[in-house]
């Protein structure tokens, strides 16, 4: 493309790095794949965190609110249990859980990618749980007191009063919650998943010029979230559309 | 019917109910009266075991309520609760409000628990807002359906927690009127209220509770008319 000896401008050097890194041996298929990983990875993870905290969330809300005289020594344990979840992995950075889950406990395995969303979905449990319980707490008390005066169990009352007012309460948070899960997954690129970093770095490799596939990826990023944030928007509006307050 | 032997109830350091004996009847209506922070409230949500009791004993129906082996569920299901603040579900219409209990705790099917939701509706004038939401309503009307929430699971009991005291005052007429037909048929009721005309109007006894101590209980002619306690006595001469 360009010949020697021949004085560049700044603005075809620009052409050329970009061209280099998006266009030339058809190397926008890279970052493409990289994001499909990326999405993979963040449905996966979004699956086992909304699940885990859940359960987590109702397991210490259910452990908080037992009448006195009637503990339930399962719901102590598993509260312990769950306590010591959500206070390691708040307390432990991201990017060293990655690496204790990708080079230690799964040493062995080659499924990098899903071995990072199963990371990430258990770090995003713990938040979630979190968001959560304290959406569940929002609920005014009357509104139990209501449901189990009638003889309603904790569960339906759960399930048909509770819950479903605390879903928009939640709803926001959880949104953000999913905001930071999504870029998250850029981590993975240390323990090898190929995502959307891990091809803009491949790119690099080839080039030796880090500024089109830094800046391609964080544009690609910004996209998502905006789409993601636009989706979410849409719900939100369709819950309160339901309120009729 | 509803028997409290020795009932006390403690928040940490803070005796809120202090041996209190009460006997309730079949068909009988009590109404219980007594400054703000006597333990009114506190006593009648440890009836169906809203709040537990520190010590004594709360028999219903020949069942010990404050036994841990006992279903509480399915005693709440004997005793119908109206709060001070309505509490309403306010992600449901009125209908499902009224029947989410009976067809979930198996009492009815949902046509037969809709049947007896709109009949009862109907008796307080409230048909029409069936497919209303709960935030539409006024205050009166959101006690009323209260009411009927409580009355469609066909309870043996009515506990009636400072129903009228979060409306304004032209509202509270509409729901006491509802409260009286109910004593009239013979609904066994324990009501906490500040309102003396019902009281004295509706009671048929009426039970004065101050400092955690049930101090004196009778008539409401002797309870208004000749009260004994001096607590009693300067109680009355305030609110009256």
């Given at each position: 493309m360009l010949s020697a000896n021949e004085p560049v401008t700044?603005?075809?050097?620009?052409?050329?790095?970009?061209?280099?890194?998006?266009?030339?041996?058809?190397?926008?298929?890279?970052?493409?794949?990289?994001?499909?990983?990326?999405?993979?990875?963040?449905?996966?993870?979004?699956?086992?965190?909304?699940i885990l905290g859940l359960i987590v969330a109702i397991v210490r809300t259910a452990?908080?609110?037992?009448?006195?005289?009637?503990?339930?020594?399962?719901?102590?344990?598993?509260?312990?249990?769950?306590?010591?979840?959500?206070?390691?992995?708040?307390?432990?950075?991201?990017?060293?859980?990655?690496?204790?889950?990708?080079?230690?406990?799964?040493?062995?395995s080659k499924d990098f990618a899903l071995v990072g969303a199963l990371t990430l979905g258990?770090?995003?449990?713990?938040?979630?749980?979190?968001?959560?319980?304290?959406?569940?707490?929002?609920?005014?008390?009357?509104?139990?007191?209501?449901?189990?005066?009638?003889?309603?169990?904790?569960?339906?009352?759960?399930?048909?009063?509770?819950?479903?007012?605390?879903?928009?309460?939640?709803?926001?948070?959880?949104?953000?919650?999913?905001?930071?899960?999504?870029?998250?997954?850029?981590?993975?690129?240390?323990?090898?998943?190929?995502?959307?970093?891990?091809?803009?770095?491949?790119?690099?490799?080839?080039?030796?010029e880090p500024m089109f596939p830094f800046l391609g990826a964080a544009f690609i990023y910004l996209v998502l979230v905006m789409v993601f944030t636009w989706l979410l928007g849409i719900f939100e509006r369709r819950l309160r559309a339901s309120d009729r307050r | 019917m509803i028997d409290v032997k020795n009932l006390t109830k403690r928040f940490g350091e803070l005796l809120v109910l202090d041996g209190v004996s009460e006997h309730i009847d079949k068909g009988e209506c009590v109404v219980v009266i007594g400054?703000?922070?006597?333990?009114?409230?506190?006593?009648?949500?440890?009836?169906?075991?809203?709040?537990?009791?520190?010590?004594?004993?709360?028999?219903?129906?020949?069942?010990?309520?404050?036994?841990?082996?006992?279903?509480?569920?399915?005693?709440?299901?004997?005793?119908?609760?109206?709060?001070?603040?309505?509490?309403?579900?306010?992600?449901?219409?009125?209908?499902?409000?009224?029947?989410?209990?009976?067809?979930?705790?198996?009492?009815?099917?949902?046509?037969?628990?809709?049947?007896?939701a709109m009949e009862l509706l109907g008796r307080v004038g409230l048909q029409d807002k069936a497919t209303s939401y709960p935030a539409q309503l006024s205050g009166g009307q959101k006690q009323r359906v209260a009411i009927v929430r409580a009355l469609c699971m066909e309870p043996d009991v009515m506990l009636f927690d400072e129903p009228t005291s979060a409306l304004d005052p032209e509202m509270v007429g509409e729901v006491l009127d509802v409260m009286k037909r109910l004593a009239k048929q013979g609904m066994t009721m324990v009501v906490v209220t500040h309102e003396m005309g019902f009281a004295r109007e509706v009671a048929h006894r009426v039970v004065f509770l101050d400092g955690g101590k049930l101090l004196e209980q009778g008539t409401p002619a002797q309870i208004f008319g000749n009260p004994q306690n001096e607590r009693l006595q300067s109680f009355l001469a305030k609110v009256l």
């Open positions: 700044f603005w075809q050097r620009l052409y050329v790095y970009f061209y280099q890194a998006f266009i030339y041996k058809d190397r926008w298929q890279q970052y493409l794949n990289g994001v499909k990983t990326t999405l993979f990875v963040t449905a996966i993870a979004l699956l086992i965190g909304v452990h908080d609110q037992q009448r006195l005289g009637h503990k339930n020594w399962l719901l102590g344990l598993l509260n312990s249990i769950f306590q010591v979840y959500v206070t390691v992995i708040r307390g432990t950075p991201m990017m060293v859980q990655l690496m204790i889950m990708g080079f230690v406990i799964f040493a062995t258990i770090n995003s449990g713990a938040y979630t749980a979190e968001i959560i319980r304290g959406g569940l707490m929002s609920v005014d008390a009357g509104q139990t007191e209501a449901g189990r005066s009638l003889g309603l169990n904790y569960m339906d009352t759960m399930r048909f009063i509770i819950v479903p007012q605390a879903v928009k309460a939640i709803l926001p948070s959880l949104g953000n919650e999913f905001i930071v899960l999504l870029k998250d997954t850029s981590l993975i690129s240390v323990i090898g998943g190929k995502e959307l970093i891990y091809a803009a770095r491949g790119v690099i490799s080839r080039t030796y | 400054p703000s922070g006597s333990g009114k409230s506190t006593f009648l949500r440890c009836l169906n075991l809203l709040e537990t009791p520190t010590s004594g004993e709360i028999i219903f129906d020949g069942v010990s309520m404050t036994d841990p082996k006992t279903d509480i569920n399915l005693m709440r299901q004997k005793m119908g609760m109206v709060f001070q603040h309505f509490n309403l579900f306010p992600n449901m219409t009125i209908l499902k409000n009224c029947t989410l209990a009976p067809v979930r705790t198996g009492k009815m099917n949902k046509a037969d628990a809709e049947a007896k």
